[in-house]
């Protein structure tokens, strides 16, 4: 998105703020699901703090195994397992696009949706990029720009609960199921997992906005 262009990943400290906690939480993420991890990003991992980078017990067994995962991988074996889960010639073992895991098809409704809903945030798509609004990795990146960003009229818990219901709560978990199915995840199923229990979290949280 050209609104939400990533900055360098920093690793929240312990004592950090909870929303700069849960907005670097997305940022990387987002790094993980959008391409292997470099050198850079595997040498931060080797120097990261073991502690979940939010409070919560929900986050603390992930984050050391998703910790462990890279500590314990290389950028090349990373980036095969990468192409072997999502990329390749013709139809990847894992697709990465919402619409696909909501209508089963690539660029359907739920995108024409997203898209709409982008328009309202005034968030556009790099167009020197190949994929679609809907990759997850662009989700999670206008959930940290919702979070972070600077325009209180946009970035503000509403909208951020809006957009989390509307476009990641609903299949981010089946993306996460898929991961796990492949017997070649490794890395990728403690990414999964550090999803799966963030997006658990991040549904609490908006749980109680609603009571």
Not at 62 to 79: C, G, H, K, Y
Not at 164 to 175: E, G, I, N, S
Request: charged residues 25%; hydrophobic residues 45%; contains cysteine.
């Amino acid at each position: 998105m050209s609104d939400t262009a990533a900055t360098p990943l920093r690793f929240a400290s312990a004592d950090g703020g909870e929303e700069l906690a849960r907005a670097e939480l997305y940022g990387l993420l987002a790094q993980l699901w959008i391409a292997p991890p470099d050198d850079a990003l595997l040498q931060q991992f080797k120097v990261a703090v073991t502690q979940a980078p939010e409070s919560g017990s929900l986050l603390e067994a992930p984050w050391q195994a998703l910790v462990a995962a890279m500590r314990n991988t290389s950028a090349a074996s990373a980036a095969a397992e990468y192409d072997a889960l999502f990329g390749g010639v013709g139809k990847p073992e894992v697709f990465l696009y919402g619409s696909y895991h909501l209508s089963g098809f690539l660029n359907e409704k739920p995108l024409a949706l997203l898209r709409d809903d982008l328009e309202r945030l005034g968030l556009t798509r790099d167009e020197t990029r190949g994929e679609t609004e809907d990759h997850v990795a662009y989700l999670f990146e206008v959930m940290r720009y919702l979070i972070a960003g600077d325009d209180a009229a946009l970035c503000n818990l509403e909208q951020q609960r809006h957009f989390f219901r509307a476009h990641v709560q609903p299949w981010v978990t089946q993306l996460c199921d898929a991961v796990d199915a492949q017997p070649r995840a490794r890395v990728w199923r403690a990414v999964a997992e550090m999803t799966r229990q963030f997006m658990a979290v991040e549904t609490q949280g908006f749980d109680l906005l609603e009571t």
